[in-house]
């Protein structure tokens, strides 16, 4: 016996030696060297005028449609040929559905594949009832406190100025890169795409254009939003979540509420959404999700650098500690969310059908079919209809191993020494689902957010630095310079 207690703790004291090896060897990663660069100084007043101005154009994507037919969406575009005469007249502008402006950049060379920049100018409407709750009125672009206040701020006119700006500023210096540059402004991402992006990737097939990779919104340099770490993360997302709506139909006896069944359609249903969340599509930490957590987790303490250094003991009890978060829930599988309920029409009737209607955000290693599948087995019901509505593909996964994603580290590293720098995913839809139809699509907004920021996304009190709109300009231009 005391042999065996021996064996035992030669073998654990192995074990504890291998885990601490790991953890030891586990420190910062640089996905690419750093290259000297000489980041230009723009004028920090003239950009914030300049956003200040863009925000005061109501660009509004409602839901229904644009009641203004446009008409604030022309006169921004004509703020924007005022504001950068320039780049109007030396490239070359082709318009997409009239609204999306796509601008060629001829290269002197022109051998190899162009790069696209893009960003979107249409906005989400402010939420009803909130418009007292904003510090600065939503659509003033005030200027106070160092940021720029206002709807767009953050989604997405900061790009939009920040792209136009390092256009103009090359231009002036006789810069022509060697490749050509094209840059998208859209006008309808926030309803999806189909007049903007998706018309545009369609262009681009038209005319028989490849680009080498895209540049669009999709995450920032986040400060303080990751728990444990003490730097900036600068997340470079290389995909994005497919989105699938399904409507769950229960039938079941119709009548008056009087005499109900012992089932009703509405208790069907209910017990199917009792089933959907008791059984959420697999996840785990694996691919893009265990590349971003495994870069952040190589920055943070010795003891969750033992666990991310010994992901062969430690990726179940590390996926189980992330799958209870909101975020690490999102980023490691398909998501579950009913948001909308509909049955009976009047309290005292027994409805014939209920409904459920359920988003799902698609994980890259899941396909709609897949989602589908999953659900009508979870729910196993011959009395639940299960209806396909909107859907798109998770997208492809770009490639981190080619120029474009080293200079987009390299490039984010001279603006941002100090930040740890990693593969994505994001989580919600931008335009660049379509763009990765056509190309490596990357999702990316060089600017610094915080906690505060988040609440400004689709919400009130939208705002961004000036600071943040220097640091973009700078992104910018040094990655145009590249090209």
Do not use: C
């Not at 505060?452 to 992104?475: K, M, P, W, Y």
């Amino acid at each position: 016996m005391l042999r065996f207690f021996k064996i035992v703790g030669i073998l654990l004291v192995g074990l504890l030696g291998i885990l601490i090896f790991n953890a030891v060897r586990y420190t910062p990663v640089e996905n690419a060297p750093l290259k000297p660069m000489t980041l230009i100084q723009p004028d920090a007043n003239a950009l914030a005028a300049q956003l200040s101005e863009a925000i005061t154009f109501q660009t509004i994507s409602w839901e229904s449609g644009n009641p203004d037919d446009y008409a604030s969406f022309i006169a921004l575009q004509q703020w924007l040929e005022t504001t950068y005469p320039n780049v109007f007249a030396q490239l070359e502008l082709t318009r997409i559905n009239t609204h999306t402006l796509l601008l060629r950049w001829q290269g002197s060379e022109a051998t190899g594949q162009p790069v696209l920049f893009s960003a979107h100018y249409d906005v989400v409407p402010v939420n009803p009832g909130t418009e007292n709750e904003w510090t600065h009125s939503p659509f003033a672009g005030d200027i106070a406190d160092n940021y720029v206040w206002g709807r767009g701020a953050l989604d997405d006119k900061s790009a939009v100025v920040g792209l136009m700006a390092s256009v103009s500023g090359l231009l002036k210096t006789g810069f022509t890169p060697k490749q050509d540059i094209y840059v998208a402004l859209t006008h309808d991402e926030e309803l999806g795409s189909e007049d903007g992006a998706v018309a545009l990737t369609q262009w681009f097939r038209d005319q028989s254009i490849t680009p080498a990779w895209s540049l669009d919104e999709g995450s920032f340099v986040l400060d303080g939003i990751v728990p444990g770490v003490d730097k900036g993360i600068a997340s470079i997302n290389v995909s994005e979540k497919g989105y699938l709506t399904l409507k769950l139909i229960a039938h079941g006896e119709g009548g008056h509420s009087s005499m109900p069944p012992e089932n009703t359609a509405v208790t069907v249903l209910a017990e199917a959404l009792v089933k959907l969340k008791d059984a959420p599509l697999p996840g785990g930490l694996e691919g893009i999700s265990e590349k971003m957590y495994g870069d952040i987790a190589r920055n943070m303490d010795f003891s969750k650098r033992l666990l991310f250094a010994n992901l062969w003991l430690f990726k179940p009890l590390l996926s189980s500690v992330l799958d209870d978060t909101k975020s690490g829930n999102a980023m490691m599988r398909t998501t579950t969310a009913p948001t909308m309920l509909s049955g009976s029409v009047k309290s005292n009737v027994l409805p014939a059908t209920a409904t459920a209607t359920i988003n799902f955000r698609l994980h890259p290693r899941d396909t709609v079919e897949d989602v589908v599948n999953w659900v009508t087995a979870a729910i196993d019901d011959e009395r639940i209809d299960v209806k396909m509505g909107e859907f798109t593909e998770a997208s492809p996964v770009a490639a981190t191993d080619n120029d474009g994603f080293t200079q987009l580290v390299q490039t984010t590293r001279a603006v941002y020494p100090n930040t740890i720098i990693t593969p994505g995913l994001t989580i919600a839809a931008t335009d660049s689902r379509f763009y990765g139809d056509i190309t490596n699509a990357y999702r990316f907004n060089p600017m610094v957010i915080n906690n505060d920021d988040l609440e400004g996304f689709h919400g009130t009190n939208e705002r961004i630095s000036i600071e943040n709109l220097v640091r973009a300009t700078q992104f910018y231009t040094a990655l145009m310079q590249q090209q």
